[in-house]
């Protein structure tokens, strides 16, 4: 199995090649106060395409940037030319968050030929690459969603698995919002945690000097310390789907490609008086 990640060498080698896609995933919480499309606007790495969770979304739900349905993935991502037979790179300005939640997007409606940039834009400006603010007017390119529902869990698939124990639940936030110690930055959720999952923040997976995912050596060691086990399945969850999905991309690394995203996530259960909660 080839690595998902690509090298900000190879992307800046690549950039001019005609099946080659950029894209830039940025997404920040709201209490950030910062805005990612305003900032692509004013520099991105040349010939990158806007990537918009919160519009490329469910709009038949309060929750914040849930899956949409086939044929508007389909339709969006076809307008930004990121159709059949192009070769994604994502990235983004805040820690893989949401180029790896772009990338499993792509990878569960289908496309197989998607990656995500190393280091993102921090590393790639930290080396001098090229920058630009040039907008982009891509030429539409056919998508044809295969929806692949093995890498996504929904809210009953999660609550049964607190009975039947199937899966690892694996829970990428910080361990004070786990443990219900530290506020949740949505309003109205619950302090608290899934019954039975378990707690491996999603900067764990990564190196902090240079932004970039942890070696797989190191990977394995920073999976077993929080109890998870990458050879049997696991389901990732998060605040609201985002962040949790550089827990797959990591698992990916390690052979694990058929790990799930509970797309709800926090959001979801903790926003909900009809769901256990753990606070130990």
Not at 164 to 191: L, S
Request: hydrophobic fraction near 35%; include cysteine.
């Amino acid at each position: 199995m080839a690595s998902a990640l690509v090298s900000t060498r190879w992307l800046e080698d690549h950039l001019t090649s005609p099946d080659v896609r950029v894209v830039d995933a940025t997404y920040f919480l709201p209490h950030h106060e910062r805005d990612p499309r305003a900032e692509f606007e004013q520099r991105h790495i040349p010939r990158a395409v806007f990537f918009d969770i919160d519009e490329i979304a469910d709009d038949n739900t309060d929750l914040p940037h849930m899956v949409p349905a086939a044929p508007k993935f389909s339709a969006r991502v076809k307008k930004l030319g990121l159709g059949d037979g192009a070769r994604i790179v994502c990235y983004d300005a805040n820690h893989f968050c949401a180029s790896a939640r772009a990338w499993w997007m792509f990878r569960l409606f289908g496309a197989r030929d998607v990656a995500v940039l190393d280091g993102g834009l921090e590393k790639w400006r930290a080396e001098g690459r090229p920058l630009e603010d040039l907008p982009r007017r891509p030429t539409e390119r056919h998508f044809t969603p295969r929806q692949n529902n093995f890498l996504y869990r929904n809210l009953e698939q999660v609550r049964r698995n607190i009975t039947t124990k199937q899966e690892q639940v694996v829970d990428a936030r910080p361990e004070g919002r786990f443990y219900g110690r530290e506020p949740e930055p949505r309003p109205n959720m619950r302090p608290g945690h899934i019954p039975g999952s378990l707690n491996l923040p999603h900067t764990a997976v990564l190196d902090p000097d240079t932004n970039t995912m942890l070696a797989p050596d190191r990977l394995r060691r920073v999976f077993a310390e929080a109890g998870v086990d990458p050879a049997k399945p696991v389901v990732s969850t998060c605040g609201s789907g985002v962040s949790a999905a550089v827990l797959n991309l990591a698992l990916y690394e390690l052979g694990r490609e058929d790990a799930a995203v509970y797309d709800g996530s926090w959001a979801e259960w903790g926003g909900r008086d009809d769901t256990p909660v753990e606070t130990t």
